[in-house]
């Protein structure tokens, strides 16, 4: 039965795997972590990129960057992966839920509201497909991008993942490309990329065991850099044969997620608007379901469009 999402490992990735044991590189402070750091900005086209343990803890650091805790709240789609809500929630906050567009599945601009507690924005490209970035700076508060499922997107020629202060990517075993466990943030700021390399080791400083301040243990381990940086070089290669599936997709009359002139998909996941189904021969999936519908976040809406997608939607093999 086809998979809906199969992690694609060459023997390249195997062997840089391999070499970096040999080598004895096993932590994230390793020479191998910072190659890929390198590597990922110089693809995003950032100054700054910062290897973490996972697309949460990326959130996670991203809202601790910026001060947010107890008493703020974050905007979020009510549409989305449940761990851009939890990422909030970790940080004391509260995640605000805003309904999406019908035919994007991204976070509808056009509802969200601002009040003295508002904090920040996540903005998610959902599926792969750029949410309108321009449209939530315009608030003046923050934007975090979340690009976990879209690296490689396309928002008005520029990719996805430097369009804002911050941009956080996931490269879980399901992602576009995958170092098992893993997430990176992004960031042209020097003082934000400064502070998140802090918090992500225990605010280590020059001195040895002395700390300014409190940080966690959240970086990528050596193993999983190696192979991100491996994987990162068939990136292109990847993003081809998603794209072809996708057009395979439509040709055969699926409904895809609106596209339009600024926003490209990186097709990470094709979710099909073609209705609610199942196959014998490959591996369908529902969409997301709501945040507002969560027994953990549980609240009335209104989220039409959140709700319509979950009743309609099928993703199909990607
Ligand atoms: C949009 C989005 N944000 C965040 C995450 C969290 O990433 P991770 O699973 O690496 O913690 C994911 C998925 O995994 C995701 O799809």
């Avoid at 911050?166 to 399901?174: K, L």
């Avoid at 409190?214 to 998603?242: H, P, T």
């Avoid at 990186?266 to 027994?295: I, Y």
Wanted: proline share 5%.
């Amino acid at each position: 039965m086809k998979k809906i999402l199969e992690p694609i490992i060459t023997e390249s990735d195997i062997k840089a795997v391999i070499k970096c044991l040999k080598e004895t590189q096993l932590s994230g402070r390793s020479p191998i972590c910072g190659e890929f750091e390198k590597a990922f900005a110089e693809r995003v086209n950032v100054k700054h990129a910062i290897a973490v343990n996972s697309g949460t803890s990326a959130l996670f650091l991203s809202l601790k960057v910026l001060g947010i805790g107890q008493d703020d709240e974050v905007i979020v789609p009510d549409f989305a992966y449940i761990a851009v809500a939890n990422a909030v929630s970790h940080t004391g906050a509260t995640p605000i839920f805003v309904d999406v567009e019908e035919n994007t599945f991204n976070i509808d601009p056009t509802l969200i509201k601002i009040t003295p507690k508002t904090k920040a924005i996540i903005a998610v490209h959902t599926y792969g497909l750029p949410c309108k970035i321009d449209e939530l700076k315009k608030f003046g508060i923050p934007v975090i991008e979340d690009f976990a499922e879209a690296l490689g997107a396309i928002y008005k020629k520029q990719p996805v993942g430097g369009l804002t202060e911050i941009g956080c990517c996931s490269f879980f075993a399901n992602k576009i490309i995958t170092t098992g466990e893993g997430g990176m943030i992004t960031t042209n700021y020097d003082g934000i990329a400064d502070k998140i390399r802090k918090l992500k080791d225990q605010w280590r400083g020059d001195v040895p065991y002395y700390h300014e301040g409190i940080g966690y243990g959240l970086s990528l381990n050596a193993m999983s850099c190696a192979l991100g940086l491996s994987q990162l070089k068939n990136l292109d290669e990847v993003l081809k044969r998603k794209k072809k599936i996708a057009e395979e997709y439509i040709k055969s009359d699926f409904v895809p997620q609106e596209e339009s002139k600024d926003c490209k998909s990186s097709w990470w996941l094709f979710a099909s608007r073609s209705g609610k189904f199942k196959s014998e021969v490959f591996e369908t999936r529902p969409a997301f379901m709501p945040f507002h519908l969560q027994p953990c976040y549980k609240q009335t809406g209104p989220f039409s469009n959140s709700e319509k997608i979950y009743n309609n939607v099928t993703c199909l093999p990607s």
